[in-house]
């Protein structure tokens, strides 16, 4: 499967921003969907995850709250919806595919997803 990310931009503390990742080429429905964020100088880390019906949501403690996952499988597209931004979220945000859902330590695992996105960067300025 092929995955687009887009969505990503400037933003003051406290803003919103909503990323997009498209995907194509396969079944989008039947994969499980993350999103990942790499900072300057910082290995990539999770973000969250959702199932393949989009019922179950899993988060990094430092998002829940303001972070949100959704999907929409007619038109093959994941959503991240970004609120209450600080500057500490400023990275290029991953969206990636997997194959299993567990809502646990499992989802954060970057070698769980077999596909990913380009990135789309995210900046909050202070």
């Known amino acids: 499967v092929q995955l687009q990310a887009s969505g990503g931009g400037l933003v003051q503390t406290g803003g919103s921003l909503r990323l997009a990742c498209a995907a194509s080429?396969?079944?989008?429905?039947?994969?499980?969907m993350g999103w990942f964020c790499q900072a300057p100088g910082k290995e990539r880390e999770f973000v969250g995850a959702?199932?393949?019906?989009?019922?179950?949501?899993y988060y990094v403690d430092s998002v829940k709250g303001r972070f949100t996952i959704s999907r929409d499988n007619a038109k093959n597209t994941v959503y991240l919806q970004m609120n209450s931004l600080k500057p500490e979220d400023t990275a290029v945000y991953y969206c990636?595919?997997?194959?299993?859902?567990?809502?646990?330590?499992?989802?954060?695992?970057?070698?769980?997803?077999?596909?990913w996105g380009q990135g789309t960067l995210v900046t909050v300025s202070s």
């Open positions: 080429g396969r079944t989008f429905s039947n994969y499980v």
């Open positions: 959702i199932s393949v019906t989009g019922r179950r949501t």
């Open positions: 990636a595919a997997g194959t299993y859902y567990s809502g646990s330590a499992y989802q954060t695992d970057a070698k769980n997803y077999d596909y």
